[in-house]
């Protein structure tokens, strides 16, 4: 079966930078993907990682270590937009490709 | 055009009541989904269709029917829901079901359903 794990909230200050961790268990390991999602609105795709390493885009890094099956979402130079969800979702191959969603860590930034 | 659309935007019906949720994508995508998503909880998978062919079910209660009736529109057809089905509808795309690239899912602004 599959297991996501992340942190259910996480508080951090504007200007500063945040790590969320997101740990996975899946048999069938095929990318994983973080999407940020705002109260009362749709997900919507941050990153994506498939081999081990660190994708920077912008103020948003996704780092990958499948050996260890852990990820994080590192946010730099915080605004008070970025106050929302973040989910952390990994993509299995067996019995189809299907993306099962962690359930998500709520940020909060404050002045 | 990276715009996922669903209709209504807000849907409140009774138990007996037969109703449609229509998503439409113009982005060549062929695989889409359908989510289930209650407060302060991720999506849950409902559907994935690949190619206008329904590709997963996820053990949905058949009150919630897809249909698929070209790339670009998927419905979700609802009938005698009960109110424990009251969440929040998100439709999805993808560029299809296969590994190569991000293929991320692009969703829909969703359908906040009430069931009475």
């Known amino acids: 079966g599959q297991n996501i794990d992340q942190p259910t909230e996480m508080t951090a200050t504007e200007g500063a930078i945040v790590q969320i961790n997101c740990t996975y268990q899946?048999?069938?390991?095929?990318?994983l993907f973080w999407y940020q999602q705002h109260a009362g609105e749709a997900p919507t795709f941050l990153s994506y990682?498939?081999?081990?390493g660190l994708e920077e885009k912008g103020r948003f890094s996704s780092f990958l270590s499948r050996s260890k099956g852990y990820s994080y979402l590192l946010l730099k130079e915080l605004q008070m937009k970025d106050s929302a969800s973040y989910l952390c979702a990994v993509r299995d191959n067996t019995g189809g490709f299907k993306t099962i969603f962690g359930a998500g860590t709520r940020l909060f930034v404050k002045a | 055009d990276t715009e996922v659309t669903q209709t209504p935007k807000h849907l409140v019906m009774g138990m007996t009541n037969k109703k449609s949720l229509k998503c439409e994508q113009h982005m060549g995508h062929r695989a889409m989904y359908w989510y289930k998503q209650k407060a302060k909880k991720p999506p849950e998978l409902m559907f994935v269709y690949s190619y206008e062919k329904l590709s997963i079910n996820e053990s949905v209660p058949s009150r919630f029917s897809p249909e698929c009736p070209n790339s670009s529109l998927l419905n979700l057809h609802l009938h005698a829901l009960q109110p424990e089905d009251s969440a929040l509808y998100l439709c999805a795309s993808s560029q299809d079901l296969l590994a190569g690239g991000h293929n991320e899912q692009f969703f829909g602004p969703g359908t906040r359903l009430t069931v009475l």
């Open positions: 899946t048999s069938g390991f095929n990318g």
């Open positions: 990682n498939v081999l081990d």
